[in-house]
Each structure stands twice: as structure tokens, then as C-alpha cells.
């Protein structure tokens, strides 16, 4: 497709590391709700183009794979890739935290050449499987250790840098609703 075949849309860009939720997120937010199938994903060759519509509004979610080989053609190439973007979302999988150090380099280099760029497209970042019963399956997960993620993260966005944090799971609450 070409750059033409989007305008109108709005272009959501989804970065982060590998194994991160990238590819899940993207579609869950498509409306998929298999969340079981979602175990079985195979990492994201480069990146994928999803185009989809809700309430009126044309989305095509940009969800870059995030291994290492491709990052590096993101990161040199960066200019081309996120031309467009009204929504960039930048993913950290919280329960992989030997690679807190890596995400927040990745981070660094994005932030970096948005700033580079005078860019202000809309900048979310999501501390991503944060699962509602974490406290359970995750014991050595404390919230110290995310709380200093998240000063680490703090740390290195320049305070010129206007975004927002979430924290976020794909898996949702058991509900039941009257028939
Ligand atoms: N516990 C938990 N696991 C998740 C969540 N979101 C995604 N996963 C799992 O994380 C794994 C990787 O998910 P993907 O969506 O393929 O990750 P990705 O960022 O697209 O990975 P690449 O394509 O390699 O960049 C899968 O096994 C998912 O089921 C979440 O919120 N909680
Ligand atoms: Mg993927």
C-alpha cells in the first residue's frame, strides 16, 4: 500500500523490544478477543500494517517487530518510517526485567530522534503486562522494582518531552452481564 492509500487514516506506530505485546495490543485494539491464540504469536517480520475502523475513524496500526536486526533499520531509517504518525506508542514488557536496561536504550534512541525532529506526535508509553493477579504469578515482581523503572524512565526523557504512561494487560476481568 502507499502513503496515499492512508491519508484520511490515523497512523498509530507501535515500538519496543521484542516479545514485548506489540502485535497482541494491536489486536486487541482491532476488537480480537482470543486471547489464548494470542500465546502462539510468531515475532513480527520487520513490521505489519493493520488498517481497521471504529466509531467512523480509519486506524492503520504500524506494528514494528521489535528484534534486534530490525530495530537498527528503524532507528537509521526513522524519518520514513514514522512520517504520518499521530499516535506513537512505545511498549515495555514490565515481568522481562533483565531487559529494563534495554527497553530504556531503545526508548533513549526513539525519544531522541522524535526530539531531533521538533516532532509533537501524541507519545504514549505502556508499562505492558502488568496482569491483574501480578501479584500472585509474579511475586519477585515488586512494585519497587517498577517504581524504579519508572524513574530510570523519567530519568531519561528530557522534560521538554510531553508524554503519557500507562500501565497495561491484554488480559481482562471475568464478566458477566444479564441477559
Ligand atoms: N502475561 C501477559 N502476556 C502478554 C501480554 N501481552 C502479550 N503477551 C504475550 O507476550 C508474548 C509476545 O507477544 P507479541 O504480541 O507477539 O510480542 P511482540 O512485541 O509483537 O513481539 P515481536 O513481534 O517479536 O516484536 C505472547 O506470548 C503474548 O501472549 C500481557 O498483557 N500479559
Ligand atoms: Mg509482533
Redesign the pocket.
Given at each position: 500500500m502507499t502513503q496515499r492509500d492512508y491519508e484520511g487514516t490515523k497512523k498509530i506506530v507501535?515500538m519496543?523490544?521484542?516479545?514485548?505485546?506489540?502485535?497482541?495490543?494491536?489486536?486487541s485494539l482491532m476488537g480480537l478477543k482470543n486471547?489464548p491464540s494470542?500465546?502462539?504469536?510468531?515475532?513480527?517480520?520487520q513490521f505489519f500494517i493493520n488498517k481497521f475502523k471504529m466509531l467512523e475513524t480509519e486506524f492503520s496500526i504500524w506494528?514494528?517487530?521489535?528484534?534486534e536486526e530490525?530495530r537498527k533499520d528503524y532507528l537509521t531509517n526513522f524519518k520514513t518510517y514514522i512520517k504520518g504518525t499521530d499516535k506513537f506508542i512505545y511498549?515495555i514488557?514490565i515481568?522481562d526485567t533483565k531487559r529494563y536496561d534495554q527497553a530504556l536504550e531503545y526508548l533513549d534512541s526513539i525519544v531522541n530522534l522524535l526530539e531531533k525532529d521538533n516532532s509533537s506526535v501524541d507519545f504514549s508509553i505502556f508499562l505492558?503486562?502488568?496482569?491483574p493477579d501480578l501479584s500472585i504469578?509474579n511475586k519477585e515482581l515488586t512494585e519497587e522494582i517498577i517504581d524504579k523503572l519508572v524513574s530510570n524512565l523519567k530519568e531519561i526523557i528530557p522534560t521538554t518531552f510531553k508524554y503519557n504512561l500507562f500501565k497495561?494487560?491484554?488480559?481482562t476481568i471475568f464478566q458477566k452481564s444479564k441477559v
Open positions: 507501535l519496543g523490544l521484542d516479545n514485548s505485546g506489540k502485535t497482541s495490543i494491536t489486536l486471547i494470542f500465546c502462539s504469536l510468531k515475532p513480527t517480520k506494528d514494528f517487530g521489535g528484534q530490525f511498549i514488557d515481568q505492558h503486562k502488568n496482569d504469578t497495561t494487560s491484554i488480559y
